[in-house]
């Protein structure tokens, strides 16, 4: 089964800097394409980046220039970064990590269990004036 184990997550003033990780460290030999989401307190899960195998990465307009997604892989570990920069008050959040089944050139690399993605168990970001 795929588990996402995020980290990264604080407080911090507005202006300042965080970089949330993602890791996962199963079928490390497939892709992943991944994203990141965040929900604040009373408002719907929303779209904050994804980035893919290819390293094609999109943003939320309500953050680009300021976030910026990045993707290591390693033999025992695959992580996915959001660098968090010039936060502002609103940025203020628990953040997802979610993560699309693990795929390769032969198919998917997870046994079919009913789910088309992973969500990991968030990481809270709090941004103070």
């Known amino acids: 089964q795929v588990k996402l184990v995020e980290s990264g997550g604080g407080s911090v003033q507005a202006g300042g800097s965080l970089r949330l990780s993602c890791s996962v460290s199963?079928?490390?030999?497939?892709?992943?394409?991944m994203s990141w989401y965040r929900q604040a307190p009373g408002k719907e899960r929303e779209f904050v980046s994804s980035i893919f195998n290819d390293g094609q990465v999109r943003y939320a307009d309500s953050v680009k220039g300021r976030f910026t997604i990045s993707q290591l892989s390693a033999t025992d570990q695959y992580i996915v970064y959001l660098q968090m920069d010039s936060l502002k008050l609103e940025d203020t959040a628990m953040y997802f990590c979610?993560?699309?089944?693990?795929?390769?050139?032969?198919?998917?690399?997870?046994?079919?269990?009913?789910?088309?993605?992973?969500w990991g168990q968030g990481t809270q970001v709090t941004v103070s004036s």
């Open positions: 979610k993560s699309d089944r693990p795929w390769n050139g032969g198919g998917y690399c997870d046994p079919w269990t009913g789910i088309d993605a992973y």
């Open positions: 199963v079928y490390t030999h497939c892709k992943y394409d």
